[in-house]
């Protein structure tokens, strides 16, 4: 099957500017979650189809794409960005009918991943090393070096955002990558090869075997011939690839979701909170790394948030990705379970609101209508494992440093905001709360491509977005020439 007007095959790899069939010639279905019809077929890639992936990668680092200057690379992302935003009515489509988001969630995915080739492009030419002042006789300088080739290992809820911030950086470094989207949603990784390609990227710059995580995806993570990992999903896969590249000694970013919390302080602005305290928990139905999935308010203003919380949550509606409406399904029946299985573990708790699946929305899709459970002890489950689905909690404190515990008393630390229109405690919360990133008065501030991003803890190490991802995607040389 083609996809038109896209002009990809999803049942091929797509490895040195070709579409080609999978060694092994297997293929998986991949799932339409907003009724549960089979889309179409894809890959099966496998251990040979990586070893020919990283073949081409290697070639590509002492062919064409290696021989490009940087302000040549820049340019040529930027090229690539403004192709992709030509076609951002198909690529939303594509990333709605697959991940099962609303097809407005799935524009702005689009947008960001154009932004993040704007935004690498014009950065490709703009990282430089230092000289050092060092002993008489000597000069001593640093070079940035491109590690060679790269491995890029992505889930499904946020393909193109995600291949935006790690493949767009690598790309810049003039890395080659090899891309392992997830089995769940693959189809706009294989479109932006596509996309990438017509507008001029070399052979072999990007390569994308779909497959499975434990044949195609442990595959990249132990290939020899890959000098970096860059991974997004759970935790357990997680330290699967650290110990894997460990055996090679290759760095890691690992990128593996969140807890994360808001703090409500007596003096916020909560009509101002309102809409971020809600959005950040049910953007792609919850399945969002950086998700907001506990909410901290303090006593003096608990009434207050929860009951316009659960207003908020009585106005939202699920239903099939096309309809548009405020969230879609699940990724997969799988991801439901998940979910339900955790709301099923908040039997004992309040559930003060929750939203509607619509009429129409299909029997066979994986709808599951947001829940809002207020009251909830810090130590419960549902407050403090990432559930990734639509629920929220809502925990009541007394004071900043009854705040500052709670917010910290996870395994994660990837995101946190406070509201508050006190300034030194503004400043306060920012250094006390344990994240990668710290919101105030706000929550993921539109999601900056130019804001470095990443965990610490179980959300993980390694920095992606803004210039920070550069120097992850790239390592350091010094030069020490004695001259006398
Ligand atoms: P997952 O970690 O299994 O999948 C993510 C990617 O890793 C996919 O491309 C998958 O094929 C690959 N993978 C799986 N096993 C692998 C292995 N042994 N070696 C190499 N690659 C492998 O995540 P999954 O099963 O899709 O979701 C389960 C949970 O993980 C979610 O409920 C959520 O809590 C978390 N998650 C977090 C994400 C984030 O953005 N941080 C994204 C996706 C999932
Ligand atoms: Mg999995």
Redesign the pocket.
Known sequence: MTLRPMNIDPGKCFIAGAWVDPVGGDVLPLLNPSDGSTLCEIARGTAQDIDAAVAAADRALGGDWGRLTAAERGRLLAKIGHAVLDHVETLAELEAMDVGKPLTQARADVVALARYLEFYGGAADKIHGETIPYLDGYTVYTLRARHGVTGH??????PMQ?IGRSVGAALAMGNACVL?????ACLTALAFAQIAHAAGLPEGALNVVP????E???????HQGVHHIS????????K??QQ?AGNNVVPVTL????KSPQVVFDDADITGARPFLVNAGIQNAG????ASSRILVQRGVYDQVVTAMAAAYDELRAGPALSDLDLGPL??P??RE??EGFIAKGRDLSCVARGQIVAEAPAGGAYVAPHLFADVPAEHTLAQD????PVQVVIPFDDEAEAVAIANGTDFG?VASCWTENGARQMRMAKALRAGQVFINNYGAGGGVELPFGGTGL??HGREKGFEALYGFSTLKTVAARHG
């Open positions: 290992i992505i889930p499904w809820n946020y995600i392992k989207p997830a089995e769940e497959g499975l995580g434990a195609a995806g442990a595959a990249l993570a132990a991974f997004t999903g759970s935790v357990g896969v997680g699967l690839i894997t990128e593996l979701g969140g399945q969002t790394c950086s990724v997969s799988r991801q998940i979910v990432e559930i990734f689905g990837l959300s993980g």
